[in-house]
């Protein structure tokens, strides 16, 4: 029988519902890593891939980042029947003399991480954690999490992991120096942008750490905290602000916009609106905040997101190690168990009691200074046009934050060769080689600017390179300005949107290559790029994008538009646009939008453009 991997996915056949359903889903998730339990409970270890950390270190991950999930679970009363597993795997973790010792906690240590859901978890449910140690157990714990609170926490949403050790620490009756706590508190607050975003640490980026690590765990301390009112409002006002922003990110389908690092978290997504719940905050109707959760939860059932035995797998779409961060181990996607924090509310609880509300219309564009963004909705799906962020310290930073243009339906790709210019896929992306062969893209920006739904960037490939895009909704399309200034020829390669390619001996899509356009139609995707009166010629492409670099389909079209610029100034003008079978895409294709005038845009920008908000605290005195 031919093997179809999205039936290993235990969410593929749960109709995600009800509460009951998504406890279903929880266990049925859990239980394939009951075989990878070490002898002694405190390793699991699913793969033999590696991330940048130690052996020990990513066995931990396996071990705690279910408890995300499991602890609310047993808090709202569930029944997990192997806590007593868990209990014996945290006294032999932490037991210097044990094989399955953890190993000390250093600096900016893989372990702070994961004790951050051991402080969480002792704290919900110490009756199946701590009450069941004895003494000299306890004193390990005990001691292992104090140690690890004075090392230096990455300067980031890691700050929150020692409050969330703290919060453990208190439940057990711990003490502890609150004076550490009370710092990274403070520190974290200064991350704090604006209109309920926050970029994720003293960088120019803002990204689903926002949603799913900044907000989660704020809300967390928010509804268990004992005393700090004043912080605990803020960190609900800020949410209640951010509720009505971060829903542009998730289309009508629950799919989330596929954007920055870390997307093997998976339904980690859906971890904001569970904190929501979890933190009695009503930031939307509960109808509404459901819907959003398990519309999102619903659309991971798509996808084969495990291997045959229903380990959740590195990768988004399906198992992929090439878009994977350095810091992913084969536990990592357990992150996603976030998403249950709502099971720990009781049934009778609103959130569980309300009706699902559907996704609402959201049809005008809606800007978004902060992350520097315009989100545009269409069926099936939303696009988010980017000023451009900036990541050089990870892989493919410029794929997961510089791209022009993202998508939940679409995702976006990373490139596995930059030396072939000719096979690189470039989806929302301008490419540039001097040499027919190696290639070069936006990495980041020396401004960026937002004037309404206008977006603006400056930006060098080469430090004699100058180029300036920018970008501007016209629904279901975006236009793409660039003016560009060289002192020497280049090729240039631009991309519209990656849709799936099907897996098949004969063709199956209907592929249009012209001057000045191509258009790939597809089973159920149409996308397609367009010239819009550049000062070169450009030569339609659809490009079959190298295996395995989209993160949610294996196989995929870019159209692309290809040409040559000369030394000196040029300027390309581009429409794109990507539309599933819920559309007219004939009708689409025939109504090409026109380019607006690089005068008009600048007149707009120096009249109205602010700097965006992820890089504005740069320079701010």
């Not at 066995?59 to 597993?85: N, S, T, V």
Request: charged share 20%.
């Amino acid at each position: 029988m031919t093997y179809t991997p999205a039936y290993a996915n235990p969410l593929a056949a749960n109709p995600l519902r009800t509460r009951a359903d998504v406890e279903q889903a929880l266990l049925d998730l859990f239980d394939p890593l009951l075989p990878a339990f070490s002898e002694g409970g405190a390793r699991v270890s699913l793969s033999a891939t590696a991330a940048h950390f130690d052996q020990a270190a990513a066995d931990l991950e396996g071990f705690a980042r279910p408890l995300w999930g499991l602890a609310p679970y047993a808090a709202g009363g569930g029944d997990f029947p192997h806590w007593p597993l868990f209990a014996k795997g945290l006294a032999n973790g932490t037991d210097p003399d044990h094989p399955e010792y953890w190993g000390k906690v250093t600096d900016r240590d893989q372990r702070m991480v994961e004790l951050a859901a051991l402080g969480f978890a002792l704290r919900l449910v110490p009756q199946h954690l701590w009450d069941p140690l004895d003494d000299r157990a306890r004193r390990n714990v005990a001691t292992y999490l104090l140690e690890a609170r004075p090392h230096q926490f990455a300067d980031n949403n890691w700050k929150f992991f020692r409050v969330m050790i703290d919060l453990g620490l208190e439940r057990i009756g711990v003490d502890f120096d609150r004076s550490l706590t009370e710092q990274y508190l403070q520190e974290l607050e200064t991350f704090y942008l604006g209109d309920g975003w926050y970029r994720d640490g003293n960088v120019p980026r803002v990204d689903h750490y926002i949603p799913f690590a900044m907000h989660f765990y704020g809300l967390i301390y928010a509804a268990l905290a004992t005393t700090d009112g004043d912080r605990k409002r803020r960190f609900r006002d800020w949410a209640r602000l951010f509720a009505p922003n971060i829903r542009h990110w998730f289309a009508d389908d629950g799919g989330a916009l596929v954007f920055g690092r870390s997307m093997t978290y998976r339904f980690a997504c859906a971890g904001f609106w569970a904190a929501l719940a979890f933190a009695d905050e009503e930031a939307l109707p509960w109808g509404v905040v459901k819907g959003y959760y398990l519309r999102h939860l619903r659309w991971w059932g798509r996808y084969p997101i495990t291997d045959r035995s229903g380990v959740l797998t590195v990768g988004f779409g399906y198992a992929n190690l090439l878009m994977s961060e350095n810091y992913n181990s084969a536990g990592s996607p357990y992150w996603a168990f976030k998403a249950f924090l709502p099971l720990a509310l009781p049934a009778s609880h609103p959130f569980w009691t309300a009706e699902e509300a559907p996704a609402p219309a959201l049809g005008e564009p809606s800007p978004q200074p902060q992350p520097g963004m315009v989100m545009m909705q269409t069926p099936g799906n939303v696009v988010a046009l980017s000023s451009g962020q900036e990541n050089l310290q990870m892989r493919f930073g410029s794929e997961k934050y510089a791209k022009f243009a993202y998508s939940s339906r679409y995702a976006f790709s990373v490139e596995s060769d930059e030396r072939i210019f000719e096979g690189a896929a470039l989806d929302g992306m301008l490419g540039f080689s001097d040499d027919g062969r190696h290639f070069r893209v936006r990495e980041t920006n020396e401004e960026a600017l937002i004037a309404g739904s206008v977006l603006y960037g400056r930006w060098r490939p080469w430090a004699d390179v100058e180029v300036e895009t920018w970008l501007l909704p016209a629904a279901p399309w975006h236009i793409r300005v660039h003016r560009i200034r060289t002192p020497r020829p280049l090729a240039t390669a631009e991309g519209g949107f990656a849709i799936p390619r099907a897996d098949a001996y004969r063709k199956l899509e209907t592929i249009e290559e012209r001057s000045g356009g191509a258009l790939v139609v597809g089973a159920a995707d149409c996308s397609g790029i367009a010239d819009l009166g550049s000062s070169i010629e450009r030569r339609g492409v659809a490009l079959k994008a190298p295996p395995n670099t989209n993160l949610l389909h294996p196989k995929t079209f870019v159209p692309q538009l290809r040409g040559d610029i000369p030394a000196g100034e040029t300027v390309l003008a581009t429409a794109a646009l990507a539309l599933t079978d819920r559309c007219d895409a004939g009708r689409f294709w025939q109504e090409i939008p026109a380019a607006p005038a690089v005068a008009d845009l600048e007149s707009l920008v120096a009249r109205d453009g602010r700097r965006v908000g992820a890089i504005a605290w740069r320079t701010t005195p």
